[in-house]
């Protein structure tokens, strides 16, 4: 287990960055539009991992073509169509959860948490 | 007619979908008949489950290819055992709490929501059915985020300030959960190269040699993402607010199923795809058994101290959680079957008890626990029903929660761990110590001059009750079938 690993798979690195960092934020931030914010860049985090387990170095895009060369790799397009249907997933709770702030302001006119707990 | 035969188990969540799908329409302009729909539709898909559950009984296990592309590619539905017997509790259960709602909707969320109601009880329900019959991972991820924003649904349907910030946090922490799941996933794929869980288990079987920290992180990404979603103890704290605040046909599906259907995830994710050794070998057994037995006690206390009757049932699931993955922890036949045994014998539990809570508050306006004084002869048919459900979880035999527990105690001398008993036995007596007061206060403390009058509540809400408690001492008295059945998926994988 060398460094230089690190450094080759560096699209596995920044999406493990990426998750913590949203998770983080999710967990410790009081504004609750910034926790919506960390849902997003977990899911973006996770997202890139897909994408970068289905890349191949050097692979075209897997869209058949007789006039490319015998042998060549194509990418793998599984992955991709999960995340598609990620996105989506990602996309809908952002909504979801974007409306029942909205909810909540109304109800207390704030989207500090704290300050929500401290009026109930 | 063979063809339908043959695509019963794609059926099965078609209808409900279909069902789900037109309901706006008549929520929009016809809102009374939107129950009815519901009912049928249930109904229907009890019939499937049972006739799904009877060639399943025979031996048979029934695999589908949806689209028609067969497994390495295509997505794979797979009724097992343990499948079979989800399918028709959940049906079961549902059309139970279907019909308590008939009458007690409108009374505990907003007038105009009550046909939108049914849609998301519909979607929830399809999305759990789903749950558990894929036997692909990125499927169970799918429907893991429809029950997810469903049950949310379920419970900010109520419209009031508790519910929503409770769906909040429950949304927040869900999200996490899934996140850490779709992760899981993600290292998977790129171990195996395939989703579908018997080919990822047979890659995992030849290779996980060579990736130890891989598995092992992949193995603690599914139980603390599952750990969240089914409320496992220390990453329970969403369940008490969000269970307690919705409207109570909501808490009894929150509470008595889609809690469970994350577990028999996790179960299939832990048994079917790593294996029992691997779940040994990578320490995530014995997590499970120190989580397990946190559950058991520190639910049973939080729960001991609450007031609000719908806030200490909702710690009481905390502790009851705590009973299935026990079972699972202890890694015998006994100890699996067992904790399998009580995700049915909970979900009948719990959605007797949330629906009588349901029913008292309808009846009496009452929250509180210490304001029950005399309810046993106010309201005598539910305080039945509600103490034989608390006598089930106290584990008095002759109830259902007396197997469980009894197999959970074989389980654990079966495993050489004599000391679980003492555990059991003290969540027991925990469990006495804030279920019995409710009882006494009921039945005890009215004073002389007793009258005896009938439950004022519609019928629409005794009979699912009282179905329900009748459920909990059949189970009691005649769990041979289904110990049986399910024993048969246990020895499958040890």
Known sequence: MELSMLWVNYPYVISIILFSMGCLCILTQHNLIKKVIGINIMETGIFLFYVAVGNIKGGVPPIYDPNLPEGILYVNPLVDVLILTGIVVSFSVTAFALAIIVKLYYFYGTVYAPNIIRMR | ?494
């Open chain 2, 1 to 494: 007619m063979d063809y339908l035969w043959e695509t019963l188990p794609f059926l099965l969540i078609l209808v409900i979908l279909l069902a789900c799908f037109i309901m706006p329409l008549f929520a929009r302009w016809k809102k009374e008949v939107a129950p009815y729909i519901t009912l049928v539709t249930i109904v229907i898909t009890f019939g499937i489950s049972i006739v799904l559950a009877y060639r399943v009984a025979g031996g048979e296990v029934i695999s589908y290819a949806v689209a028609g592309w067969p497994p390495p590619w295509g997505i794979e539905i797979l009724i097992d055992e343990l499948s079979a017997m989800m399918l028709v509790l959940l049906t079961a259960s549902s059309l139970f709490i279907a019909i308590f709602s008939f009458h007690s909707l409108h009374t505990e969320i907003p007038d105009q929501a009550t046909g939108w109601y049914y849609t998301l009880y519909l979607l929830t329900l399809a999305a759990m059915m789903g749950l558990v019959i894929s036997n692909d991972l990125f499927n169970v991820y799918v429907m893991v985020e429809v029950v997810g924003i469903g049950a949310c649904g379920m419970v900010v349907a109520k419209g009031e300030k508790l519910s929503t910030e409770a769906t909040l946090r429950y949304l927040m922490l869900a999200t996490l959960g899934s996140g850490f799941l779709l992760f899981g996933i993600g290292f998977l794929y790129q171990i195996t190269g395939n989703l579908n869980f018997a080919y990822v288990a047979a890659e995992l079987a030849r290779v996980h040699d060579q990736y130890p920290f891989l598995i092992w992180a992949t193995m603690s990404f599914f139980t603390v993402g599952m750990g969240v979603k089914a409320a496992l103890f220390p990453m329970h704290i969403w369940l008490p607010d969000a269970h307690s605040s919705a409207p109570s046909p909501s808490s009894a599906m929150l509470s008595g199923l889609v809690v469970k259907v994350y577990i028999v995830t996790l179960i299939k994710l832990y048994f079917v795809v790593f294996g029992f050794e691997l779940f040994t070998e990578t320490y995530m057994r014995y997590l499970v058994l120190f989580l397990a037995s946190g559950a058991i006690l520190g639910g049973s206390f939080f729960a001991f101290v609450q007031l609000d009757l719908k806030r200490r049932l909702a710690y009481s699931t905390v502790a009851q959680i705590g009973y299935i993955f026990l079972g699972f922890g202890l890694g015998t036949v006994w100890g699996i079957t067992a904790g399998l045994l009580h995700i049915i014998i909970h979900a009948l539990m719990k959605v007797c008890l949330f629906l009588s809570a349901g029913a008292i508050y309808y009846q009496t306006g009452n929250k509180k626990v210490t304001h029950f004084s005399g309810l046993g002869y106010k309201m005598p048919i539910v305080m039945a029903s509600f103490t034989i459900a608390s006598l089930s979880m106290v584990g008095i035999p002759l109830f259902g929660g007396f197997i469980t527990k009894y197999g959970l105690a074989l389980g654990s001398l079966e495993a050489n761990n004599p000391y679980f008993i003492i555990l059991i036995v003290l969540s027991g007596l925990l469990n006495a110590a804030y279920y019995f007061p409710i009882i006494w206060q009921a039945y005890f403390t009215s004073g002389h001059d007793i009258t005896m009058t009938m439950d004022a509540v519609p019928k629409t809400m005794l009979v699912p009750i009282v179905l329900m408690a009748v459920g909990i001492i059949y189970m009691g008295i005649f769990p041979g079938d289904i110990l049986f059945f399910l024993e048969h998926f246990v020895v499958r994988f040890l």
